[in-house]
């Protein structure tokens, strides 16, 4: 787990980061709040006064190894995000598949990027939806509701059929998600039989949807649109102003859904495959 300390350097260094390209870090503060014991995801390079210089943190998710990192504007082109990756080179080695997530936007991320054996992939819009907007009407025999164990190998199919996660990887994650308990998952059901599946991380005053999945067998019948706004309006009762998500751009018909619930686009995140013979 990271010290509060190592929270305070990665935030501040951030900060400064995101003011002077004008981006948006994907740094998963949750996952960075919880870090599992025994495991080296996060690796760290300070100067001889204690400032952070630069910073690599690895993710697993149910899938591909992430990899997102970041320098001090003041103290780029000396090697140093070079020297954290050789750091993390025994985490990696350990890694399937390894894809390094860079804002579209980023200029010094993508000259690193052109430097290394990377391949574009794909692109993901982060997207936010309002407390002010309209909530889309609810279908009555659409439902929400927690959980239960025994629902780990339907959110484990889910996870393989909806977004390509290979079986023993999705059911690793999700086990790991289970025991740690602070991301609450529901089960969506149609009729009263199990639909989809739906997961939420709370950040400060917002939340982050993930893992949002209906059966593709069911996929069409407007249920997706209802669990969503199901959720929006539980968390706006709560009092949370923000509700957030990402979708592959790629992916129109999540992104149709996603409009038409309220949600509107104000980032794009763009994913590398780093070619691991060459690490």
């Known amino acids: 787990m990271l010290e509060n300390k190592q929270l305070d350097d990665i935030r501040s260094l951030q900060e400064i980061c995101e003011e002077k390209e004008n981006i948006d870090l994907k740094l998963n503060w949750d996952s960075l709040r919880n870090r599992p014991d025994g495991q080296q995801n996060d690796f760290f390079q300070y100067d001889d006064n204690g400032k952070l210089l630069g910073y690599l943190a690895l993710y697993t998710f149910g899938g591909p190894m992430e990899l997102c990192g970041m320098v001090h504007p003041q103290h780029r082109q000396k090697g140093i995000f070079s020297q954290l990756f050789k750091q993390a080179r025994h985490s990696l080695e350990k890694a399937s598949k390894l894809l390094i997530n860079a804002p579209a936007n980023s200029a010094s991320a993508k000259s690193f990027l052109k430097s290394r054996p990377c391949t574009y992939s794909f692109s993901e819009y982060q997207m936010k939806r309002q407390a002010s907007m309209i909530i889309a009407e609810v279908n009555p025999q659409v439902t929400l509701r927690n959980a239960i164990e025994s629902d780990l190998k339907f959110i484990s199919y889910l996870d393989s059929v909806c977004f390509d996660i290979p079986d023993h990887e999705a059911i ?108």
């Open 172 to 279: 690793a994650f999700n086990k790991e998600v289970w025991l740690r308990g602070n991301e609450p998952t529901f089960i969506v059901e149609y009729g009263g039989k199990k639909a989809g599946k739906i997961r939420i991380k709370k950040e400060e005053d917002a939340i982050w949807i993930y893992g949002f999945a209906i059966k593709p067998s069911l996929q069409g019948n407007g249920i997706g649109r209802s669990a969503l706004s199901q959720v929006v309006m539980n968390e706006q009762n709560k009092g949370i102003e923000r509700v957030h998500l990402e979708v592959a751009a790629e992916n129109e018909h999540a992104l149709g859904l996603y409009k038409s619930c309220g949600f509107e686009p104000y980032g794009t995140q763009d994913y590398y495959e780093y070619d691991l013979n060459k690490l």
